[in-house]
């Protein structure tokens, strides 16, 4: 459970984690250890700070950008048996919204993407709408929405995910 949300995180935060080694990188070439004081120092020293420069303009766009939208929501979903775990991680974007279900079957270190909708529109029922039927069978709940895509996996190796959709009519749990 908490590899798949440490992978979820990592996966929302990755361009920052680009932004800190280009301002790493950038540092190393200013700084330009054992290098000769000739043209070639200067020359990398120059590009360090190019380098710096657009790290900086990265960062600076990246938190303007980022800070509009709310934080992704987690909840999980634990086989009756307690050897599998599904997690749903939904956000509401500014102009829409994006909700995945990851699995991971067995193991520490392996993930599936069994349910992925990224659109204008919002497909989130709740966090009930992950329910274990058995240890071997998933079940998802969504709300069909055309404005957006919806991809669902029918197996990740001997899991069985079923994807259900919820009539439209029907009034969102989150709302």
């Not at 039927?133 to 669902?152: A, K």
Request: hydrophobic share 45%; glycine share 8%.
């Amino acid at each position: 459970m908490h590899y798949l949300i440490l992978m979820d995180e990592l996966r929302q935060q990755a361009h920052w984690i680009v932004v800190i080694a280009l301002g790493l990188v950038s540092a190393v070439m200013i700084w330009s250890p054992r290098m000769s004081k000739g043209w070639t120092r200067r020359i990398t020293r120059f590009a360090g700070t190019v380098v710096l420069s657009v790290a900086a303009s990265a960062a600076v766009l990246f938190g303007v950008l980022a800070g509009a939208d709310s934080p992704r929501q987690h909840f999980v979903a634990t086989s009756a048996d307690g050897t599998r775990v599904a997690l749903l991680s939904h956000s509401e974007l500014r102009d829409g919204a994006a909700t995945a279900v990851t699995v991971a079957p067995h193991g520490c270190c392996t993930r599936f993407i069994a349910y992925r909708y990224f659109g204008d529109g919002d497909d989130y029922t709740g966090p009930t709408s992950l329910k274990w039927v058995n240890d071997d069978h998933l079940r998802v709940e969504y709300v069909r929405d055309t404005s957006g895509t919806q991809e669902c996996a029918s197996t990740i190796g001997d899991i069985v995910v079923t994807c259900v959709a919820r009539p439209e009519n029907l009034p969102s749990l989150h709302r």
